[in-house]
């Protein structure tokens, strides 16, 4: 390989890199933010209940205790609710579950452009220019996704470095792999 091809190969190669990094950080920004909602919405549900418990045992007594734990957790609930009014999470976690889904399609591109640069069969011109197509998509899907957050990117490097997402054994692959199609 000439010096030109390892310097775009090393060039895509980073960018191969980030967006592995920005798919799986917006994959675990998604899930922060399901989980996040769901413990919103039950705490929601508990609240009301105990609320509406704390009403109705002050038509039993005389209410004093009832009625302002009852006062406490409807201001609890409130709070609750206008911050879901205010800020939906299924919604932002959809978003970046889209942006997620769009970065792994540029992702599966940069692998095969690293890979017909390696087969060697592709002029340096045809390397620059699906290297400036995938720059474009990205720009495009970077620009109308999220932002995410330090949690979720950490999230991401644990899963990619320690957990080894994306990465497989050959005996892995081949267990998915038609007869035919198997190393082993």
């Known amino acids: 390989m000439n010096d030109d091809r390892l310097i775009l190969e090393g060039q895509i190669r980073e960018c191969y ?3 592995v990094y920005s798919h799986k950080t917006h994959e675990k920004c998604a899930d922060i933010l399901i989980h996040k909602h769901e413990n919103i919405k039950l705490w929601q549900i508990v609240v009301s209940a105990l609320v509406t418990g704390g009403i109705v045992s002050t038509f039993f007594d005389k209410g004093n205790i009832s ?14 609710n206008t911050y879901t009014k205010n800020y939906d999470l299924g919604e932002l976690a959809q978003k970046h579950r889209q942006a997620g889904s769009d970065l792994w399609f ?22 620059r220019e699906k290297r400036d ?4 998509e990205l720009q ?10 330090y949690k979720a990117y950490l999230a991401a490097q644990k899963a990619l470095q320690e957990l080894e997402d994306m990465t497989f054994t050959d005996s892995e692959v081949d267990a998915f792999l038609p007869k035919e199609l198997k190393r082993h």
């Not at 009625?67 to 609750?80: A, D, G, K, N, Q």
């Not at 495009?140 to 957050?149: A, E, Q, R």
Request: zero cysteines; glycine letters at 6%.
């Open 17 to 19: 890199g980030r967006v």
């Open 133 to 136: 197509k995938l720059a474009k």
């Open 140 to 149: 495009s899907v970077y620009t109308g996704s999220p932002s995410t957050n």
């Open 67 to 80: 009625s302002i734990i009852s006062v406490i957790l409807s201001t609890v609930l409130l709070i609750l």
């Open 106 to 127: 540029i992702r599966e591109e940069y692998l095969s452009l690293l890979t017909d640069i390696r087969i060697g069969d592709i002029s340096i011109d045809k390397i």
